[in-house]
């Protein structure tokens, strides 16, 4: 779970993750208003609550599910009169019973049982033999007119249920040994007792927190795949209890939490599904939350500025994602301006912001890579990505190929990839730097490296050369902001994302102000890095996702492709969008489809609700048509009667048609997107990583 392999901006070789303190590190404590985490002694009811299995998106903890299909809803109007009638008959009917009006046939059940001498005189014995037969032909009469008349109906809606607001909680028995989790029955069963005595007492004690268990059972998990010694992990927990097996910041927790988190299923809550008639039934009034099977399929929030798209859904999806990556199961790398809200530097291992001046870490402008083609790729990506046409042979490509013809010969010669200043002079074709690679080429002997100078030499001097473009690029990061950064002189060996094999949390703050377009450029190469890093992984059961605030100048042609490979590397991506008019229009329909969840947020233009709508298709509904013809009286009376009709009611008598069709209709039309979304609101549509999916949802955001 250690981090080797990353780099120190200062030149030392380091872990971006401190190692552990000694000592358990204090519980942090929540600002008011902030939904409580379980620790302590609601630690316990925290993990013994039930988790049924749900639809894809629902907040799992504690969920009640619902019927798939709203039930017919009698309107209280005639639930009433229908209750009322039903007991006039009933009483109707015991009232003609008793006074004999329907003969005495009702009473040979009763004849029939009792013996002739009870007749007379009258026992006791007869007397409560023959009342117990009426109180039983009364029930028997009470339950079928109950039935008739719905009293069950109206005892759930009006009776002491509806006056609770829920029924009375039963209440349940502690679980057995065998089965309570807070016992850790799965060690107990492969013999290590011990383990599990010592957790379970610390879980008794309020030692353990959800971080905790969720990092043991990681932990045991690769115990049962055989990545990890069983008696290693017996000796860390005899050792250490609930701080067994610890994140190598010794951190057990994040400083501080703004969103509901439930660990046992890795879900983080979003907001409550809206009780509206276009969600599905089994949807209305459930939370809504999102965990990494369905991050793996990535995540498209489109929506304007102060929609909400960095407080309640960035925010708490970076918060959700660093726990996992305490827990050991899951890296993430958030991407985003400086100061926007992405959470506290302490909540990270590293943090890295390009163009401050007291940055600890650097970001490596080759991705890691020693492999000059790799990093060719990687670098033009990001220098020309958003310049290349989505067809093939574009400058994307010759991008690539005049990059490689120069990284090749520098690292060939200096043993490291140019610089910024000294790639900058190689694009530019200035004579002196290319020569002298040509001379210590030459000498060397390596003339497959001096023929892609020569065509290098070529290409510059044909018309239209992609080098200029690059040059002019690369120029924007040859600026005096990031003179400290990108170095490759070997004295500062900045932060790779090849770390990504290690549950590793990094923050990269953009320099938005006064940098847009070297920041466009960054974002895009920070997105490069992470599709070819995750791609080559060793150990995939650990969840990587990249979660970038803003998205604009960032979706390219190679970055949807990037995009849909993430899923079969266990990874995903978060991006956000404040219009898909940042994307190019080629490639805004590639985009939703790459994306598995979609979000509309409110305040969206109709032209991004029409590219939604058609992304969510059609279904087909039932329309009623209601046709109201006026009708004509033809006899004298017939004409009164319509008359004094017209003058009480002050409308023409009319008869009413209705038609029912079946028609096909958008999920969500543009115009609803755009103009029937409340404020603090979003339309979600959810895929897994199992294919499982959810329609179109109105989630309201603010309904933690």
Same mark, same amino acid.
């Given at each position: 779970?250690?981090?080797?392999?990353?780099?120190?901006?200062?030149?030392?070789?380091?872990?971006?993750?401190?190692?552990?303190?000694?000592?358990?590190?204090?519980?942090?404590?929540?600002?008011?208003?902030?939904?409580?985490?379980?620790?302590?002694?609601?630690?316990?009811?925290?993990?013994?609550?039930?988790?049924?299995?749900?639809?894809?998106?629902?907040?799992?903890?504690?969920?009640?599910?619902?019927?798939?299909?709203?039930?017919?809803?009698?309107?209280?109007?005639?639930?009433?009169?229908?209750?009322?009638?039903?007991?006039?008959?009933?009483?109707?009917?015991?009232?003609?019973?008793?006074?004999?009006?329907?003969?005495?046939?009702?009473?040979?059940?009763?004849?029939?049982?009792?013996?002739?001498?009870?007749?007379?005189?009258?026992?006791?014995?007869?007397?409560?033999?023959?009342?117990?037969?009426?109180?039983?032909?009364?029930?028997?009469?009470?339950?079928?007119?109950?039935?008739?008349?719905?009293?069950?109906?109206?005892?759930?809606?009006?009776?002491?249920?509806?006056?609770?607001?829920?029924?009375?909680?039963?209440?349940?028995?502690?679980?057995?040994?065998?089965?309570?989790?807070?016992?850790?029955?799965?060690?107990?069963?492969?013999?290590?007792?011990?383990?599990?005595?010592?957790?379970?007492?610390?879980?008794?004690?309020?030692?353990?927190?959800?971080?905790?268990?969720?990092?043991?059972?990681?932990?045991?998990?690769?115990?049962?795949? &055989?990545?990890? @010694?069983? *008696? %290693?992990?017996?000796? $860390?927990?005899?050792?250490? +209890?609930?701080? /067994?097996?610890? #994140? =190598?910041?010794?951190?057990?927790?994040?400083?501080?939490?703004?969103?509901?988190?439930?660990?046992?299923?890795?879900?983080?809550?979003?907001?409550?599904?809206?009780?509206?008639?276009?969600?599905?039934?089994?949807?209305?009034?459930?939370?809504?939350?999102?965990?990494?099977?369905?991050?793996?399929?990535?995540?498209?929030?489109?929506?304007?500025?102060?929609?909400?798209?960095?407080?309640?859904?960035?925010?708490?999806?970076?918060?959700?994602?660093?726990?996992?990556?305490?827990?050991?199961?899951?890296?993430?790398?958030?991407?985003?301006?400086?100061?926007?809200?992405?959470?506290?530097?302490?909540?990270?291992?590293?943090?890295?912001?390009?163009?401050?001046?007291?940055?600890?870490?650097?970001?490596?402008?080759?991705?890691?890579? &020693?492999?000059? @083609?790799? *990093? %060719?790729?990687?670098? $033009?990506?990001?220098?020309? +990505?958003?310049? /290349?046409?989505? #067809? =093939?042979?574009?400058?994307?490509?010759?991008?690539?190929?005049?990059?490689?013809?120069?990284?090749?010969?520098?690292?060939?010669?200096?043993?490291?990839?140019?610089?910024?200043?000294?790639?900058?002079?190689?694009?530019?074709?200035?004579?002196?730097?290319?020569?002298?690679?040509?001379?210590?080429?030459?000498?060397?002997?390596?003339?497959?490296?001096?023929?892609?100078?020569?065509?290098?030499?070529?290409?510059?001097?044909?018309?239209?050369?992609?080098?200029?473009?690059?040059?002019?690029?690369?120029?924007?990061?040859?600026?005096?902001?990031?003179?400290?950064?990108?170095?490759?002189?070997?004295?500062?060996?900045?932060?790779?994302?090849?770390?990504?094999?290690?549950?590793?949390?990094?923050?990269?703050?953009?320099?938005?102000? &006064?940098?847009? @377009?070297?920041?466009?450029?960054?974002?895009?190469?920070?997105?490069?890095?992470?599709? /070819?890093?995750?791609?080559?992984?060793?150990?995939?059961?650990?969840?990587?996702?990249?979660?970038?605030?803003?998205?604009?100048?960032?979706?390219?042609?190679?970055?949807?492709?990037?995009?849909?490979?993430?899923?079969?590397?266990?990874?995903?991506?978060?991006?956000?969008?404040?219009?898909?008019?940042?994307?190019?229009?080629?490639?805004?329909?590639?985009?939703?489809?790459?994306?598995?969840?979609?979000?509309?947020?409110?305040?969206?233009?109709?032209?991004?609700?029409?590219?939604?709508?058609?992304?969510?298709?059609?279904?087909?509904?039932?329309?009623?048509?209601?046709?109201?013809?006026?009708?004509?009286?033809?006899?004298?009376?017939?004409?009164?009667?319509?008359?004094?009709?017209?003058?009480?009611?002050?409308?023409?008598?009319?008869?009413?048609?209705?038609?029912?069709?079946?028609?096909?209709?958008?999920?969500?039309?543009?115009?609803?997107?755009?103009?029937?979304?409340?404020?603090?609101?979003?339309?979600?549509?959810?895929?897994?990583?199992?294919?499982?999916?959810?329609?179109?949802?109105?989630?309201?955001?603010?309904?933690?």
């Amino acid at each position: 779970m250690d981090s080797d392999g990353t780099q120190d901006a200062r030149g030392t070789q380091a872990n971006p993750v401190p190692r552990a303190r000694s000592g358990v590190p204090p519980m942090p404590t929540e600002a008011p208003g902030v939904p409580p985490r379980p620790d302590g002694s609601a630690f316990l009811a925290w993990l013994r609550t039930p988790r049924p299995e749900a639809l894809p998106g629902v907040w799992r903890f504690g969920h009640r599910p619902r019927a798939a299909e709203e039930p017919e809803l009698i309107p209280a109007r005639q639930l009433i009169s229908g209750a009322l009638i039903a007991f006039l008959v009933g009483w109707l009917i015991w009232s003609l019973l008793w006074n004999g009006y329907l003969g005495g046939w009702w009473l040979l059940p009763l004849y029939a049982m009792i013996p002739d001498s009870w007749a007379s005189p009258h026992s006791f014995a007869s007397v409560v033999v023959v009342y117990a037969y009426y109180v039983l032909i009364a029930v028997v009469i009470m339950i079928g007119v109950g039935r008739l008349g719905r009293w069950s109906e109206i005892w759930r809606r009006y009776g002491p249920p509806a006056w609770s607001g829920k029924t009375a909680a039963r209440t349940e028995r502690p679980p057995a040994p065998e089965q309570d989790p807070a016992e850790w029955p799965q060690l107990r069963a492969v013999g290590a007792v011990e383990a599990a005595e010592r957790l379970a007492a610390d879980a008794r004690a309020g030692l353990m927190r959800d971080v905790d268990h969720a990092r043991i059972s990681r932990a045991w998990q690769g115990v049962r795949s &055989g990545r990890h @010694d069983l *008696a %290693a992990f017996t000796g $860390a927990v005899l050792e250490s +209890g609930s701080a /067994a097996c610890l #994140h =190598p910041s010794g951190e057990r927790d994040l400083p501080a939490r703004i969103a509901r988190h439930d660990l046992l299923t890795g879900q983080v809550r979003l907001g409550t599904a809206a009780d509206d008639p276009r969600n599905p039934y089994a949807y209305r009034g459930a939370g809504l939350a999102l965990g990494p099977d369905l991050l793996g399929t990535s995540l498209l929030a489109v929506g304007p500025a102060g929609s909400g798209k960095t407080g309640t859904v960035i925010r708490p999806l970076a918060e959700s994602l660093c726990l996992h990556a305490l827990a050991g199961r899951a890296a993430v790398v958030v991407v985003g301006a400086a100061g926007a809200g992405l959470g506290p530097a302490d909540a990270y291992d590293v943090v890295v912001r390009i163009g401050h001046p007291e940055s600890v870490y650097d970001l490596d402008l080759y991705g890691g890579t &020693g492999d000059p @083609d790799e *990093a %060719a790729a990687v670098l $033009a990506e990001a220098l020309v +990505g958003d310049l /290349a046409d989505p #067809h =093939p042979g574009s400058d994307s490509r010759r991008s690539t190929t005049v990059l490689a013809q120069l990284l090749g010969p520098f690292r060939a010669v200096h043993g490291r990839f140019p610089s910024v200043p000294e790639l900058r002079q190689l694009l530019d074709g200035a004579p002196g730097p290319l020569a002298a690679l040509r001379t210590a080429l030459e000498g060397s002997g390596q003339e497959s490296l001096v023929r892609e100078l020569d065509a290098r030499e070529r290409q510059s001097a044909h018309p239209g050369d992609v080098a200029s473009v690059l040059a002019d690029r690369i120029a924007l990061l040859d600026r005096p902001a990031f003179a400290g950064f990108f170095d490759t002189s070997g004295q500062t060996k900045p932060f790779s994302l090849k770390a990504l094999d290690h549950p590793v949390r990094v923050r990269v703050d953009l320099p938005e102000r &006064g940098h847009a @377009d070297a920041s466009r450029m960054l974002a895009r190469l920070v997105l490069a890095q992470f599709t /070819a890093s995750v791609a080559v992984r060793e150990d995939r059961s650990l969840f990587a996702c990249l979660v970038l605030d803003d998205a604009t100048g960032v979706v390219t042609p190679e970055a949807v492709r990037g995009i849909q490979r993430l899923r079969s590397a266990n990874a995903g991506a978060v991006l956000t969008l404040r219009t898909l008019d940042d994307v190019p229009r080629p490639l805004r329909g590639p985009l939703l489809g790459a994306a598995g969840c979609r979000m509309a947020l409110s305040g969206l233009t109709p032209w991004d609700g029409q590219d939604f709508a058609e992304v969510w298709g059609k279904e087909w509904i039932e329309a009623r048509d209601v046709t109201d013809r006026q009708i004509i009286a033809e006899t004298p009376a017939g004409k009164a009667l319509h008359m004094l009709r017209r003058v009480i009611t002050g409308k023409a008598p009319t008869q009413r048609a209705v038609t029912v069709r079946q028609v096909e209709r958008e999920r969500w039309s543009a115009s609803e997107l755009a103009h029937g979304v409340p404020p603090g609101h979003a339309v979600l549509s959810l895929t897994d990583v199992k294919g499982e999916h959810a329609p179109p949802l109105l989630v309201d955001l603010r309904g933690q």
